[in-house]
């Protein structure tokens, strides 16, 4: 037995690496359909209103990640199936390139990538009542009911699209990773998520409070990488943002007996996973 996590823990902010800033916020307009909340130099904060989402660093002529641990995608969670369906068919009036669509049974999730070849997953789920307590033996993978999904919509070719909905948020964040069981031993025994799903050495997927996952871990493109090369369009921290109260301060007590150091940073405390992957615990506003 170990210390779970607080249950009411969710993903924060992803940081990312980009090799051209106003290429990427535009592409994050136009196609995503996020807005700019702050711009400041080298750096753009994106959302749809709310907390931000995604914070982009630029590096000039940051080349894309070849073989190396970091990002798999990260994964915005829209309120609603017609929130999805909207989405799905501005992509399509747009000619946005998708790298895949899939129904996981937990929910319907569409995959893209930027212009720096970072993956992107936007999808919703399904009511908890029809998965919760049976995620390793439900979540799955089969093709994406295409009409039944745009069917949300009473015109898809002119269903008015101005940005995704407000409301979305991170749901999970998929990593490369150089060994899973590795990643599992971090992310469980030393962070306290619980094992949702795994695929042997493969890939994990981890939550807190029951969720289907809010990180999954794959070793398919990584198995014994190590990270990405400085000044590449890379993941720059990933985000865990902790209930209010002491569920911070558990979090980074088990952190130390564990030995794996973490460094304040703005924001919270940063530390890294077994491959490298760079994790900031953060707690919710009060």
Known sequence: MHAAIAPGTRMGPVGLVVADLG??????????????????????????????????????GAPPVG?????YHFALLVPARRDLAAWL?????????????????????????????????????????VWEGRVGERMTTM??????????LADPAREPFDALAAGTVMGHVHLRVADVPAAVAFYCDTLGFGLMAQLGRQAAFLAAGGYHHHIGANSWESAGAGPAPQGSATLRRMTVVLPAGPALQATLDRVAA???????????????DPSGNPVVLASAPA
Request: a negative charge.
């Open 67 to 71: 073989r190396a641990t970091g990002l």
């Open 258 to 272: 564990a030995g794996a150091p973490a460094e304040p940073v703005d924001g919270g405390h940063l530390l890294n």
């Open 23 to 60: 290429r990427s916020v535009a592409w994050y307009e136009t196609s995503l359909g996020l807005r700019v909340h702050r711009r400041e130099g080298a750096r753009a904060a994106l959302g749809t209103g709310g907390e931000d989402l995604l914070v982009l660093d630029e590096v000039p």
């Open 89 to 129: 068919a501005h992509a399509a009036r747009t000619r946005v390139a998708l790298a895949g669509m899939a129904d996981h049974f937990v929910s319907e999730a569409i995959y893209l990538s930027d212009p720096d070849g970072h993956g992107i997953e936007v999808y919703w789920d399904r009511p908890r009542e």
């Open 143 to 152: 093709a994406l009911d295409v009409d039944g999904l745009l069917g949300e």
